[in-house]
């Protein structure tokens, strides 16, 4: 069972840092970890960073060259990261974590995380 599990949101000040993490302990070798994503009350949730395949990955306009997505793999568990620098007011949101488990038909399965807050502030 894929349980995402997010931490790391809070309130910061502009041009501060944060570092999201969202952890899963899944061994499922068809499980892979996909994004991250954002929502802001009154608008769509909207691709932050993601994984596009063969290790590349992609960025919103409005974060790159700021935040980096990464990830890491253990033995009993898979953790997601998102280390956001030279925050801005506009970052401000709750920022999910998104993962998909592809059967052998090359469906799609999503998973989401609880959402972490994220306030940039003076």
């Known amino acids: 069972q894929v349980r995402l599990v997010e931490s790391g949101g809070g309130l910061v000040q502009p041009g501060g840092s944060l570092k999201l993490s969202c952890e899963d302990s899944?061994?499922?070798?068809?499980?892979?970890?996909m994004g991250w994503y954002r929502q802001v009350p009154g608008k769509q949730r909207e691709e932050v960073a993601t994984?596009?395949?063969?290790?590349?990955?992609?960025?919103a306009d409005s974060v790159k060259g700021r935040f980096t997505i990464s990830k890491d793999k253990a033995e009993n568990k898979n953790t997601l990261y998102l280390q956001m620098n030279s925050l801005k007011p506009d970052d401000t949101g709750v920022y999910y974590c998104?993962?998909?488990?592809?059967?052998?038909?090359?469906?799609?399965?999503?998973?989401w995380g609880q959402g972490t807050q994220v306030t940039v502030s003076s």
């Open positions: 994984f596009i395949g063969g290790g590349a990955t992609k960025y």
């Open positions: 998104n993962a998909a488990i592809f059967n052998s038909y090359g469906q799609r399965r999503d998973y």
């Open positions: 899944t061994t499922r070798s068809d499980f892979y970890f």
